[in-house]
């Protein structure tokens, strides 16, 4: 079956960087897009970042952009989230996500449907 498994949350002062990684199982890696989502206390789960199956096409949260980077490595079916100049509202459970169809990208929590476990990363001021 599909396995998803994030790492790399922690705690973090503001300004601070964190790298977080989904290693992924039991998919042909290199066919699906791949993304991250967040979820903070009392606020639904929002899109982050998601790459294409090729690594070809990013796309970002506007809250998001030029502070993150989404990579990944399909010889490793990893995915990373570099995240920088982190802040405060940064803070949530952070999940990998992988798409539900092959060789499509969607910014929606619909668009995927394998989910990791999450990872929770938090930004003290």
């Known amino acids: 079956q599909v396995q998803l498994v994030e790492s790399g949350g922690g705690l973090v002062q503001a300004g601070g960087s964190l790298r977080l990684s989904c290693a992924a199982s039991?998919?042909?890696?290199?066919?699906?897009?791949m993304g991250w989502f967040r979820q903070a206390p009392g606020k639904e789960r929002e899109f982050v970042a998601v790459i294409s199956w090729s690594g070809g096409s990013t796309y970002y949260a506007d809250s998001v952009k030029g502070r993150f980077t989404i990579s990944r490595d399909n010889a490793k079916n990893t995915v990373y989230l570099q995240m920088d100049i982190l802040k405060p509202e940064d803070t949530a459970v952070y999940y990998c996500?992988?798409?539900?169809?092959?060789?499509?990208?969607?910014?929606?929590?619909?668009?995927?449907?394998?989910w990791g476990q999450g990872t929770q990363v938090t930004v003290s001021s």
């Open positions: 996500a992988a798409s539900r169809r092959a060789l499509r990208v969607g910014v929606r929590s619909g668009d995927f449907g394998f």
């Open positions: 039991g998919l042909i890696f290199s066919s699906v897009a």
